[in-house]
Each structure stands twice: as C-alpha cells, then as structure tokens.
C-alpha cells in the first residue's frame, strides 16, 4: 500500500510560480514511476509531468518549458514546480503512483490561476 498527499496549491496570478509537492509513504520503494495530473471543471483528468524511477522525465506540450518535475534523494517525495502559470492551468492536482501490480491516487490540490 502506498498513500500519496499532495500540498502546495494555491492562488496565483498570471505569471506566478507555485511548487506542488507529493509526499509518499508505505510501500514506496516498489514504485517505478510518479506522475502529476490535473483536472480542470468540466474537463477530462490529463497527464502534466511524470519521472521514472531512472530519472526519465516525460511533459504535456502544454507544459513544456513552464512545469519541472523532480524528486528527493530519498525518493518520498515528488515536486511539480510551475512557473509563469496561465489562467489555463487552473485545474485539481493529482499525484498519482505506479506500481507492477498496483496503482495509487492523492486527494487533490487545487490551484486557481486569476488576477
């Protein structure tokens, strides 16, 4: 079992820089890739950053330039840090973690992105 809490979100303005992070606990040295989603009202859940346990690291166009993913040493933790964020990347957070044979789910942090 792994549990995953996302923190971070917020409200910003256009232009602003926020940092998500993504704490694991439990069973984490099983998984072998953490992704960042994101959902926006009325909008399918989408793919924004993931890191594979090598180190890959995978971005939605949309993204690309903006967002960094990243993790700590210890590999507990993952960040999303967004820059120069738009109106558009308004949406619920989730982190999301992979296992061989078991998939995991945060709760959510909201970011808002108005001025």
């Known amino acids: 079992q792994v549990q995953l809490v996302e923190t971070g979100g917020g409200l910003v303005q256009p232009g602003g820089s926020l940092r998500l992070s993504c704490r694991a606990t439990?069973?984490?040295?099983?998984?072998?890739?953490m992704t960042w989603y994101r959902q926006a009202p009325s909008a399918s859940r989408e793919l924004v950053a993931a890191?594979?346990?090598?180190?890959?690291?995978t971005y939605a166009d949309s993204v690309k330039g903006r967002f960094t993913i990243s993790r700590d040493s210890a590999g507990d933790t993952t960040y999303l840090q967004m820059s120069n964020l738009k109106p558009e990347d308004t949406a619920v957070y989730y982190c999301?973690?992979?296992?061989?044979?078991?998939?995991?789910w945060g709760r959510g942090t909201q970011v808002t992105v108005s001025g």
């Open positions: 999301h973690a992979d296992q061989l044979d078991a998939q995991y």
């Open positions: 439990g069973y984490v040295s099983a998984i072998y890739k």
């Open positions: 890191i594979a346990r090598g180190g890959t690291t």
